[in-house]
């Protein structure tokens, strides 16, 4: 199994501004995986993240938008740049370990 | 690319009855199908998974069942609780022997709010 602690919780910020979010793993792991869980809907891939080379963004979404870092096997940061209402809503980093992905518990952000 | 659809969205039971939750998948090529449960403001979690050499698994009061086929999967929990209560994802892959590879990714069914009503 994999411990994953993600912060902040959750955050309110206003349009316009840049929200960085942190997510440690306890073990080394090849790839880090982005969601987005807008409220009352299923989770969604924004980008995966591996160690030593740019993160894949899947289509829809941008590194211009939702830059990534991976500077070790054990961190990752996603940022929401220049925020609009339409990006509130929970982000969840996720590793896996074999075939099980562990999640962590979730950022709540709120754009005003 | 993968496309999972999952059905009912919503779903209520009286404690001690039945709930059964279906998805199916489009891509022929995926075989691991597993299921999460997700708690008001928590994390989704892992409850049970299903890999496409066998058609049924069953743990304790919760089983899947997989129709290749048809390409559809489905959970059910028997005597249900009121700790039962959540949403739950289906989702599908593809993964090897070694696990999932970065180009095949977990796809996301949209989701069941299961209220067991005591």
């Known amino acids: 199994s994999a411990v994953i602690s993600q912060k902040p919780s959750r955050d309110i910020c206003q349009r316009g501004t840049s929200l960085t979010i942190q997510c440690q793993v306890d073990?080394?792991?090849?790839?880090m995986f982005w969601y987005r869980q807008q409220p009352g809907q299923s989770l969604t891939l924004i980008a995966t993240a591996n160690q030593g080379s740019e993160a894949t963004y899947e289509s829809g979404f941008v590194i211009d938008k939702f830059p990534i870092s991976r500077p070790n096997l054990t961190f990752s940061t996603l940022t929401v740049s220049n925020m609009s209402p339409e990006d509130s809503s929970i982000y969840l980093c996720?590793?896996?370990?074999?075939?099980?992905?562990?999640f962590g518990q979730g950022t709540r952000l709120t754009v005003v | 690319g993968e496309n999972v659809e999952q059905h009912p969205s919503t779903l209520s039971v009286q404690e001690g009855d039945s709930a059964v939750i279906k998805c199916t998948y489009s891509?022929?090529?995926?075989?691991?199908f597993p299921w999460y449960k997700q708690e008001l403001g928590k994390r989704p979690q892992l409850i049970i998974d299903i890999r496409s050499n066998v058609g049924e698994k069953k743990d304790q009061r919760i089983a899947v069942t997989l129709n290749k086929t048809a390409k559809h999967f489905s959970l059910h929990i028997t005597e249900t609780q009121p700790e039962d209560s959540a949403v739950y994802f289906c989702?599908?892959?593809?993964?090897?022997?070694?696990?999932?590879?970065?180009?095949?990714?977990?796809?996301f069914g949209t989701g069941t709010r299961l209220a067991v009503r005591p």
């Open positions: 073990s080394q792991v090849t790839m």
């Open positions: 989702a599908a892959s593809i993964i090897g022997r070694v696990g999932r590879s970065s180009g095949d990714k977990l796809t």
């Open positions: 891509d022929s090529a995926s075989n691991y």
């Open positions: 996720s590793v896996e370990d074999q075939t099980e992905a562990f």
